[in-house]
């Protein structure tokens, strides 16, 4: 069945980048998200790319996918304290459907 | 400045039990769901609303009913609670129906029926 990984934590130093890496198995998902949650907090969208893209950059985010490996990435640029958190990946299974799967979460931790 | 809220964060209650998860959201969206989620991580939709109107109510028992006083709310009622509802609840929202790139979540509700 569907399922996706990723590493459970990251450290960083602050203002180097972090790069938060996930693997997915379904080939047919149409969206692919990156999630971050803080203490306490609700699951707040970072940023989304489309399944025939292969990167998107938002401000110090990046993503890139590669859909042959199935393979998702989160880069960080100047990761500052604030970056701290658990980031999820997540995968819509169909373009009509509104079921999704989500990784396990990697929690972040940006060391002054 | 909590987008998605939902409460409580933990329930536990006895089979056979009334109770009721309740969801906010304060970013002006028009559309709320309610999913379920498995030991797998996979989030199974359950219900939807528009404006306050359902708009999916998927293959879900008539023990679970959701009501949405105002387009901000989206309450989940659950009846005669069973032992197989024990999962994860989450709430969320976003700006149009079934809009692939804009649902934010809460932080999810764990219901323990014992």
């Known amino acids: 069945g569907e399922d996706v990984e990723q590493s459970p934590f990251l450290s960083v130093r602050e203002g180097d980048s972090s790069v938060i890496n996930c693997t997915y198995t379904?080939?047919?998902?149409?969206?692919l998200y990156w999630y971050k949650q803080e203490p306490g907090a609700g699951l707040q969208l970072l940023t989304y790319i489309f399944s025939n893209m292969d990167m998107k950059q938002d401000q110090r985010l990046t993503v890139l996918l590669n859909k042959k490996d199935k393979h998702l990435s989160l880069r960080i640029a100047d990761t500052q304290t604030g970056d701290s958190a658990i980031y999820f990946c997540a995968e819509k299974l169909d373009n009509y459907g509104q079921n999704f799967v989500f990784g396990p979460g990697t929690r972040l931790s940006v060391l002054p | 400045d909590t987008a998605v809220s939902q409460t409580p964060k933990y329930l536990v209650t006895q089979m056979g039990n009334d109770k009721s998860i309740k969801c906010e959201q304060n970013?002006?969206?028009?559309?709320m769901y309610w999913y379920k989620q498995d030991s797998k991580k996979f989030l199974k939709i359950m219900f939807s609303y528009n404006n306050k109107e359902l708009i999916i109510n998927e293959t879900v028992p008539n023990r679970f009913s959701p009501k949405s006083p105002d387009k901000a709310h989206l309450n989940l009622h659950i009846n005669s609670l069973e032992l197989g509802d024990s999962a994860v609840y989450f709430c969320?929202?976003?700006?149009?129906?079934?809009?692939?790139?804009?649902?934010?979540f809460g932080s999810g509700t764990r219901l323990t029926v014992v």
């Open positions: 970013l002006g969206h028009d559309t």
């Open positions: 969320a929202s976003s700006q149009e129906e079934g809009a692939s790139y804009g649902y934010t």
């Open positions: 379904d080939s047919s998902s149409t969206y």
